[in-house]
């Protein structure tokens, strides 16, 4: 299923920051791959954010920057500006998505077909999915809802992840236990998403390294990028 595994492990990190590039470091040094989410039209923009009661930094590489960073990765659609879609008329949903996805394809130097919900929340529904799926050149789409589960499903374009790596970090590292002792003659998919910048909030980038290293190297697990486990090379 998985050039020819059964099993398969993918990342997806969101709003393109200057995290993004400890991060990457990390994947490369275990073989492991992953899937950023960009706004292009906040590209080298410095701001911060406030989480969990502490200030983390949220800066956005410049546009000239994003295709060495992402180089061996994916670089799929989040939108122009991050707005929340179930809010927007169909001509701003068209414009937010196929223009991001228009312009990163152009910095990235291939496609772009991936994209991911922003803001938090109940950030997306079935009429946005809908126009996407039919008005965009998008071919999957990521929610923030968690499945806890290794089951495929159906319908990319309300795709579920497993897990969250900061909400839910406990969790994130016991279903890797589980998915690195897992037996199955069934396809199974692995599949974590965040944003850099919460490493920063509990310092937690030592504790996720350990984690790659517990999940790397494994020779029945296929370490794909998104559009890679989805089929959508």
């Known amino acids: 299923m998985f050039n020819g595994k059964m099993k398969a492990l993918t990342f997806s990190y969101d709003d393109g920051v200057t995290q993004d590039k400890r991060l990457i470091e990390i994947f490369n040094r275990y073989g492991l791959k992953c899937t950023f989410n960009l ?3 906040l590209l080298g923009t410095a701001n911060s954010l406030i989480r969990e009661g502490v200030t983390v930094a949220h800066c956005k590489p410049g546009a000239d920057e994003i ?3 992402y180089q061996g990765h994916e670089i799929a659609a989040h939108t122009l500006t991050h707005p929340l879609l179930t809010k927007l008329s169909e001509e701003e949903i068209i414009h937010q998505v196929e223009n991001d996805r228009l312009r990163l394809s152009e910095l990235a130097g291939y496609e ?7 803001c938090g929340g109940a950030n997306y529904d079935s009429r946005v999915s809908g126009i996407i799926r039919e008005k965009t050149g998008i071919k999957y789409c990521r929610t923030i809802v968690s499945s806890h589960s ?3 499903q159906e ?3 309300e795709f579920k992840p497993t897990v ?4 839910e970090f406990g969790e994130m590292l016991e279903l890797g236990r589980r998915f690195v002792e897992l037996k199955t003659d069934t396809p199974k998919l692995f599949y974590i ?4 910048y919460e490493f920063d909030i509990f310092n937690r980038w030592g504790e996720f390294e350990e984690f ?3 999940i790397s190297g494994r020779e029945d697990i296929f370490y794909g990028t998104n559009r890679e486990v989805f089929g959508c090379v």
């Open 155 to 157: 319908n990319l374009f």
């Open 67 to 69: 295709r060495g960073i």
């Open 193 to 196: 998403w965040g944003h850099s």
């Open 164 to 167: 969250s790596h900061h909400s």
């Open 212 to 214: 790659c290293r517990l």
């Open 150 to 152: 290794f089951d495929l």
């Open 112 to 118: 772009v077909v991936g994209f991911a919900y922003p």
């Open 39 to 41: 706004n292009s039209g």
